[in-house]
């Protein structure tokens, strides 16, 4: 499988890190990674600096989303140099027009799906425009956008859960994953039940905080 590379236009920029793997050969984990550190407010700053013409913002938005848009690509075309085209035209038109992205109808990764499948639509019909596209079998637009909403906040929820203190995460995991009650997570740790419960409470308000960020 091919990898994807960079737009054109910003190919002289340097990466992010020394050697970073390409977005195909991302694993979800480091996806996933790049996703919980997104947020509306952070993507709209980064948007406003392409509209001044900054290909570092530019590039940090491609670092983050490529990888996202060229599986969803990938997902309806089923070739991973054609995938890649479609992916480079995605940021190619953001970069063109960062306008045509409106923070009201949702989040900078979600619109980038259902675009990134649109665009993956449109090259289906002229790989072979005398096949209906019909009998592809399709993600739908807003299953895209939502499957990338749910999938950032996952992420952003388990990037706060590993955030927190040792001791109120272990609280958090006992209470929420294996089901236990308050008082037997204090008798199984031997603390005072109070302090369970403010530890667990101090936790979920951290994780909402992040969450909400």
């Known amino acids: 499988m091919s990898t994807p590379s960079r737009p054109l236009f910003l190919e002289a920029l340097p990466e992010p890190t020394p050697n970073p793997p390409q977005p195909s050969a991302r694993s979800d984990q480091e996806s996933g990674r790049a996703l919980a550190r997104s947020s509306p407010t952070d993507d709209k700053a980064l948007l406003e600096r392409v509209l001044a013409r900054d290909q570092t913002a530019m590039a940090e938005i491609f670092d983050r989303y490529s990888g996202m848009v060229f599986s969803i690509a990938m997902r309806v075309v089923k070739d991973a140099a054609q995938a890649e085209d479609v992916m480079q035209d995605v940021f190619f038109q953001v970069w063109q027009n960062p306008r045509a992205f409106v923070s009201d109808r949702g989040s900078l990764g ?95 308000m951290s994780v909402r905080k992040a969450v909400k960020a």
């Open 110 to 204: 979600a619109w980038l799906a259902v675009v990134g499948r649109n665009r993956a639509i449109d090259a289906i019909r002229r790989r072979k425009p005398s096949d209906p596209v019909e009998d592809v079998v399709l993600p739908s637009a807003t299953n895209v956008a939502a499957e990338v909403e749910h999938r950032t906040m996952l992420e952003r929820v388990r990037s706060a859960m590993n955030n927190l203190p040792p001791e109120q995460r272990e609280s958090v995991e006992l209470a929420f994953f294996e089901g236990m009650t308050h008082a037997e997570i204090a008798q199984k740790k031997g603390e005072p039940l109070g302090t369970v419960k403010t530890r667990i409470r101090t936790a979920l």
